[in-house]
């Protein structure tokens, strides 16, 4: 699945649902209330009959369904069996999230094919970006190619003598995204250090977009600038991917 489109009060809006199957304390009803602000359209459950008829109402846009670790075999087991057969994903865009369970709990829900959970603590960013990661799992080869990790780190650019302290706000293997509240303009040639664990990364890029106060765009990202990369050498691209995919190995089951 590709970024969501922006709506007009600056909003991601996504193309389809996501499915909260809560418990009987709604423990993640404050996860729903978030994820629609952060511009997901949240279909809401407390048990797996109303769940199946949520998912049977919109067959063909329901993308990925979150659930509770509290959940207990039996309900994974009916969840999967009425509600994932209309996920396009399957079992694929089912999310765990709370207090990590044992090893052996986490190998069963794999065993049947479930494959994301967030565990406590965790930011809302990273619930997104598993979200999002989950309602794309049938194009999981495209998506592998751009995914976007949500990141903090301080970090430099340059224009040529010019240089400005930015945030590193996300990453992937094709571009950032750096927060800073007077960004270059579009089309400014940039150099770029990436400090990663292993290393800092030296690449140079072309400012794709940029967003200010007079220049407005998603509400959930902070001021700053679109970066495509132009020039990253082979050491620091093999570097980079695998910085992304140990982050995203973080949320597989």
Not at 63 to 86: H, K, M, S, T
Not at 91 to 106: F, K
Not at 196 to 201: A, K, M, R, S, Y
């Amino acid at each position: 699945m590709t970024e969501g489109a922006i709506s007009a009060e600056g909003r991601v809006e996504y193309e389809r649902f996501a499915l909260v199957l809560d418990t009987g304390d709604s423990v993640l009803g404050r996860a729903a209330m978030q994820l629609i602000e952060l511009g997901i359209d949240v279909l809401y459950a407390n048990d797996v009959d109303e769940a199946e008829l949520l998912a049977r109402q919109e067959s063909g846009r329901l993308g990925a369904v979150l659930i509770p670790e509290a959940f207990d075999e039996a309900d994974i087991n009916l969840l999967l069996e009425r509600v994932c057969a209309r996920l396009e994903g399957g079992p694929r865009g089912v999310i765990v999230t709370g207090n990590r369970p044992n090893d052996e709990t986490c190998y069963r829900l794999h065993a049947r094919g479930v494959r994301w959970g967030v565990w406590h603590p965790y930011q809302m960013r990273e619930l997104r970006f598993v979200m999002a990661a989950a309602m794309s799992e049938e194009h999981v080869g495209e998506r592998r190619k751009c995914q976007r990790i949500p990141t903090e780190i301080p970090t430099t650019v340059f224009m040529g003598r010019h240089r400005k302290d930015v945030i590193l706000h996300d990453l992937s293997v094709t571009g950032a995204y750096f927060a800073t509240q007077h960004p270059f303009l579009e089309d400014s040639r940039l150099s770029i250090e990436l400090p990663l664990p292993d290393g800092t990364i030296l690449a140079k890029g072309v400012v794709t977009n940029a967003k200010t106060a007079d220049k407005p765009g998603r509400d959930d990202v902070p001021d700053g600038m679109g970066v495509a990369f132009s020039d990253l050498p082979e050491q620091g691209l093999t570097a980079l991917q695998k910085f992304v995919e140990a982050w995203v190995n973080r949320f597989l089951l």
